[in-house]
T-cell receptor, first 112, second 113 residues
Framework: ETGVTQSPTHLIKTRGQQVTLRCSSQSGHNTVSWYQQALGQGPQFIFQYYREEENGRGNFPPRFSGLQFPNYSSELNVNALELDDSALYLC???????????FGAGTRLSVL | GESVGLHLPTLSVQEGDNSIINCAYSNSASDYFIWYKQESGKGPQFIIDIRSNMDKRQGQRVTVLLNKTVKHLSLQIAATQPGDSAVYFCAEASGGSNYKLTFGKGTLLTVNP
């Protein structure tokens, strides 16, 4: 186990709704990254948070947004859900100056 | 642009055999590579990493080889066990000290008893 916890484990939403996913980083880790993994594909980088600021972003629209809190936990928010947003959303934590990212088990989001 | 890909989408081996999983990358500026293992219903699990100034790194039953000339990465698993059955991803890291990871599509390794 990595110590990275994500909630909820599964979620079902309908198109147009909004969703918030949560992540608690491993103890001592101050950097959180979010990834989207479609079925049968590798994870795709959404964005990274360091010291409560966005520290890099992948090719995702602005309706994907995030927050990092003083305790380094993080949220991923997705507005105006689309069917293609159905995926496994992974959170990974790391030390700012270290490269190894440790992943949680993910949140499975289904958009109907 | 950047891309990380795998030569073989599936690999089936007998228990006890050695496994080799290959990966090609296209970004010659990449300076850090990581192998992850993902079992069904779980997140990716770190296996081993290697920096671009190295060509080989060994861990417990695993070895990663890096050939920068042909932009090729491989993961060797010795004495493969049923518990090694999973999808294996290579990932390229970039972005300074706070790296983002670019993953390939993955290789499904099946170990037959």
């Amino acid at each position: 186990e990595t110590g990275v916890t994500q909630s909820p484990t599964h979620l079902i939403k309908t198109r147009g709704q909004q969703v918030t996913l949560r992540c608690s980083s491993q103890s001592g880790h101050n950097t959180v990254s979010w990834y989207q993994q479609a079925l049968g594909q590798g994870p795709q980088f959404i964005f990274q948070y360091y010291r409560e600021e966005e520290n890099g972003r992948g090719n995702f629209p602005p309706r994907f947004s995030g927050l990092q809190f003083p305790n380094y936990s993080s949220e991923l928010n997705v507005n105006a859900l689309e069917l293609d947003d159905s995926a496994l959303y992974l959170c990974a934590s790391s030390l700012a100056q270290k490269n190894i990212q440790y992943f949680g088990a993910g949140t499975r989001l289904s958009v109907l | 642009g950047e891309s990380v890909g795998l030569h073989l989408p599936t690999l089936s081996v007998q228990e006890g055999d050695n496994s080799i999983i290959n990966c090609a990358y296209s970004n010659s500026a990449s300076d850090y590579f990581i192998w992850y293992k993902q079992e069904s219903g779980k997140g990716p699990q770190f296996i081993i990493d290697i920096r671009s100034n190295m060509d080989k790194r060994q861990g417990q039953r695993v070895t990663v080889l890096l050939n920068k000339t042909v932009k090729h990465l491989s993961l060797q698993i010795a004495a493969t066990q049923p518990g090694d059955s999973a999808v294996y991803f290579c990932a390229e890291a970039s972005g300074g000290s706070n790296y983002k990871l670019t993953f390939g599509k993955g290789t499904l390794l099946t170990v037959n008893p």
